[in-house]
């Protein structure tokens, strides 16, 4: 049988979500927990590759096991297992077919700025005190929406046969002192996010205009974009599927 993990972790103190020779991985500390419960090697496909110190509110993967009679019993006992930064929400039987990674029709994001120095963020979010127009960045990040081809963004050198993406929200919002940018699309390429944030951010300093933007994002070429920001304010937030609630 097919299941479905749903899980979160802090990945402050991992190398990102993919199993690594030499460094600690989300992928590798959940395996070797379901080995250790389940007595059986147990592969774990995500529905995507956060990188080292990004982390998730949401994230899912699947497993193959033999019918678990109490997933609920499974979850509190992993939970228990797990690193403390880690927790495991749910398990769910899914079809056999059902992929975490190539079912998933949305996937959304939040990136963390902290415009105030506070010691209780300093690990998770990014602290940028400059002068910053949220309305200039609200109005460049309306643009990604009627764009397609995300190639200035993407980290190069990337085995990604196309860099074609459908982005349907772009929003930056304030939350006391947090500024959050919210994004969604139907998929994201290796460091798409921390390029836009690092580039929106350009925007807000006025180092660049909107149509200077628009040039950024019609040259295809990464280096004409802006700084990628530091992973330990993304967070991958939400991922949907057609047949989960």
Known sequence: MRYFLQC????ANFSGWQRQPNAPSVQQTIEEALHLLLGEEIPVVAAGRTDAGVHARQMYAHFDFAEIDETEYLVHRLNALLHQRISVQQIIPVHEQAHARFDATSRSYQYLISREK????????????QPLSIEL??????LLLDHRDFECFSKTHTDV??????ITHAHWRVE???????????RFLRNMVRAITGTLLWVGQGKIDLQGFQEILDSKNRSLAGPSVPAKGLYLTRVIYPYLP
């Not at 979160?8 to 990945?11: E, I, K, V």
């Not at 960045?137 to 309306?142: D, K, L, P, V």
């Not at 046969?161 to 459908?166: G, N, S």
């Open 176 to 186: 006391g002192n947090l500024w959050i940018f919210e994004i969604s699309a139907d």
């Open 137 to 142: 960045m609200n109005q460049a990040a309306q």
């Open 161 to 166: 046969h196309t860099f074609i993406c459908h």
């Open 8 to 11: 979160a972790y802090d990945g």
């Open 118 to 129: 506070d010691p209780f963020l300093a690990d998770w979010s990014y602290g940028f005190y």
